[in-house]
């Protein structure tokens, strides 16, 4: 136990504001982490979304577009860790100047988690206005602050009536009202042993109160543990509660008409080349949500309705029980950038989309198809697309299980050629016929093309860039997509010489990628490799390189690579 001994006996202490500030700070920063553990808490409780994603979720679509065209492009799919962190970051430091002032004036401390209260109750507002359970969450975070703040404070500030003895030891509720200027005695706590000194014999204390300092850190320790254990139970809560927590549980039927199995000579099996099919733990992820969702099978319910004869709404045990396909479709991320790996390729298992639609009976002009996610997100699709015969699908399964949680839990769509976030609408629970004249998707109102059917595309994976290779006979291989055109032909050239075709893989039809390899020979030293393809309708990738905004980068991929 830290005693301080600065100043002498009997004098007026001098006004610590370095150690006062700092206790302060914990204070505040205890104070925050009470709320978040509460708020987390009441969410796991309540099954809603916890206030601190309701925030980031909130920031996420009300940030201008600059900035997050900006932050994908900075930091891709790390985008939502820099997100968290930022908010986090926002928190610590509000968190310790709200401590600091509110040691020194109560009232602002209240005021200042009132404000906290507020911004989280705006975002639900913003974001889920109809979920009172949101903000019911946001409210018990406040309350808990306020309750951790009022019993922090008392124990900050236990001495005021020390130096006139017990007569006028005052209840510690008054310790809030204390005026400003009354802060330095802040500093009494921790001069706990002269102010024993300077009053022998008085008892120091109510019972429930120990010495300044000590019964400061109990209660720090008290509100930490209870915070921490509060938020980590909300939690584990819905893993605890919902069984859907643990992992997707449904349990798929088998398709109608199974697809034979991926021709023989799909995968190449070159070492450092992306597999054909890519296994859905390895499949890339993009969406804005900061936290997965995980719709509930058992309560999940698709509506059809908009600009139609025959609305209708779907539930999965209707929709497991329906003749469901297969197809080999390659999604791929407006945002990839030439040579990424927003891209991959997937078996999978749902209902044909057009069928659905056409149950419904889509007016005609009803040239979107304006789709919602279960937690807002939507995504607008020109109808003639799912329309023209092509396996659009409303998908439950990936590669043989059902959709994992990050790739759309209970279900998703997919549209073969088109980007996915004109298409592929994970967690769908909502889709509206309506026209591009009436309503705009998500990325579309911030800027994003409206009609993105996905461009031709190829990417070299071996070499790796800027790897090493025995120099000799070097093997070059990658993979390219033209989403339902097809590849007819990939080139490759090495140290910007002539083009050479290499060879292509088997494919299943023409809405996946194909492998691609080729050998050269080269010397040692240092060498370039680009590649180019040219799809079923003879168009070749352009040289030209084009930003990902608004519809899709083109450009030929180039890496070097080191022979020795
Ligand atoms: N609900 C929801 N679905 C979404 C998105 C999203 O942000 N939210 N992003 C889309 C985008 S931009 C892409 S590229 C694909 C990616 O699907 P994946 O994460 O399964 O690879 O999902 C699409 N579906
Ligand atoms: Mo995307």
Not at 503 to 530: C, F, K, N, R
Request: glycine fraction near 12%; proline fraction near 8%.
């Amino acid at each position: 136990m830290p005693h301080v001994t600065t100043g002498t006996r009997g004098e007026q202490p001098p006004p610590h504001d370095g150690r006062r500030r700092g206790a302060g700070a914990a204070l505040g920063l205890l104070v925050v982490g009470a709320a978040l553990g509460f708020g987390e808490l009441a969410a796991g409780l309540l099954r809603v979304t916890s206030p601190v994603v309701t925030v980031g979720d909130a920031l996420v679509d009300n940030s201008p577009p600059f900035l997050m065209s900006w932050a994908i492009a900075l930091f891709g799919t790390a985008d939502k860790a820099v997100l968290v962190t930022g908010v986090l970051l926002v928190l610590v430091l509000s968190g310790t100047a709200l401590g600091v002032v509110a040691s020194r004036r109560p009232v602002a401390g209240y005021v200042g988690l009132g404000l906290f209260t507020a911004a989280g109750l705006t975002a639900v507002a913003l974001r889920r206005a109809d979920d009172l359970g949101a903000a019911a969450a946001v409210v018990v975070g406040g309350v808990a602050g306020a309750v951790a703040l009022a019993l922090l404070l008392r124990r900050l500030d236990p001495a005021p009536s020390r130096a006139q003895g017990p007569a006028a030891e005052p209840e510690h509720g008054t310790d809030a009202e204390r005026a400003p200027g009354e802060g330095a005695e802040v500093d009494d706590q921790d001069r706990e042993p002269h102010a024993r000194d300077d009053a022998p014999g008085v008892p120091q204390a109510g019972p429930d109160r120990g010495p300044g300092r000590r019964g400061f850190v109990l209660t720090a320790a008290g509100v930490l543990a209870a915070s921490g254990t509060a938020g980590a139970l909300g939690r584990a809560l819905p893993t605890l509660l919902g069984g859907s927590g643990s992992g997707p549980q449904l349990s798929l039927p088998a398709p109608a008409a199974p697809l034979p199995a991926l021709p023989s000579g799909a995968d190449l099996g070159v070492p450092g080349l992306a597999p054909f099919t890519t296994p859905n733990t390895d499949f890339y992820r993009i969406d804005t949500a900061l936290t997965v969702p995980r719709p509930d099978p058992a309560q999940w319910t698709l509506r059809v309705h908009g600009r139609v004869d025959r609305p209708f709404e779907i539930t999965m045990d209707e929709l497991l029980s329906r003749d469901l396909v297969e197809a080999d479709i390659t999604l791929a991320c407006v945002s990839n950038q030439v040579g990424g790996d927003l891209v991959g390729n997937a078996r999978w298992l749902g209902f044909p989309l057009a069928d659905l639609l056409r149950e419904a009976g889509v007016h005609s002009g009803a040239d979107q198809i304006l789709s919602t996610s279960s937690d807002g997100w939507t995504c607008g699709t020109p109808t003639e697309v799912v329309m023209d015969g092509r396996d659009a699908l409303l998908a439950v399964g990936m590669n043989g299980e059902p959709l994992p949680h990050e790739h759309g839990h209970p279900a998703r769509l997919v549209v073969p050629g088109l980007y996915g976030f004109v298409s592929a609408t994970k967690w769908v629970t909502d889709i509206r016929l309506t026209r591009f004249a009436d309503d705009e998707a998500y990325w579309a109102r911030r800027g994003w093309g409206v009609r993105a059917p996905i461009k031709t595309m190829s990417r070299i994976d071996v070499p790796a860039p800027l790897g090493r290779v025995g120099s000799g006979e070097v093997v070059l291989a990658g993979v390219a997509w033209a989403q339902h055109t097809g590849i007819a032909g990939v080139e490759v050239r090495v140290d910007d010489g002539d083009w050479w075709e290499a060879e292509l893989a088997a494919v299943p039809g023409i809405d996946t990628w194909v492998q691609w390899v080729t050998e050269t020979t080269v010397d040692p030293g240092t060498h370039s490799v680009e590649v180019r393809a040219t799809d079923a309708t003879g168009f070749t990738q352009p040289s030209e390189r084009v930003d990902p905004i608004p519809d899709g980068a083109t450009g030929w991929h180039r890496i070097r690579f080191t022979a020795t």
